[in-house]
């Protein structure tokens, strides 16, 4: 099985920026599709952003697009999510997700996402004053 695991969460004031990382390891040979996802308090889990795994193509949730940025290190079987001008509707756990379909057909239809398969526990990002 795949398994995955974050870092790189914490508090921050808004405007500032965070980097999640997120390690991979397992069989990865039938994953397409990495990205992050993020439930806020009360509210269910969302699709963030996701890269294809065979690819540099990425998608990003309206809310987070031109502050936030996908990226992976293949050699390493890592990604990592940029996150920039922080707000205080940021703050959630975040999620890295793993799926072995394609992120065109879990993520390239608008919002909401299809739900990944593969899960990591979780880091929390608190963005307040």
């Known amino acids: 099985p795949v398994r995955l695991a974050e870092s790189g969460g914490g508090a921050v004031q808004p405007g500032g920026s965070l980097r999640l990382s997120c390690a991979a390891s397992?069989?990865?040979?039938?994953?397409?599709?990495m990205g992050w996802w993020r439930q806020r308090p009360g509210e269910e889990r969302e699709g963030v952003a996701a890269?294809?795994?065979?690819?540099?193509?990425?998608y990003y949730a309206d809310s987070v697009k031109g502050r936030f940025t996908v990226s992976q290190d293949k050699a390493k079987n890592m990604v990592f999510l940029q996150m920039d001008n922080l707000k205080s509707e940021d703050t959630a756990m975040y999620y890295c997700a793993a799926d072995q379909n394609p992120c065109l057909m879990v993520a390239g239809d608008g919002e909401p996402w299809e739900p990944f398969t593969m899960w990591g526990q979780g880091t929390q990002v608190t963005v307040s004053p």
């Open positions: 397992g069989y990865m040979g039938t994953t397409n599709c």
């Open positions: 890269i294809w795994t065979g690819g540099e193509t990425t």
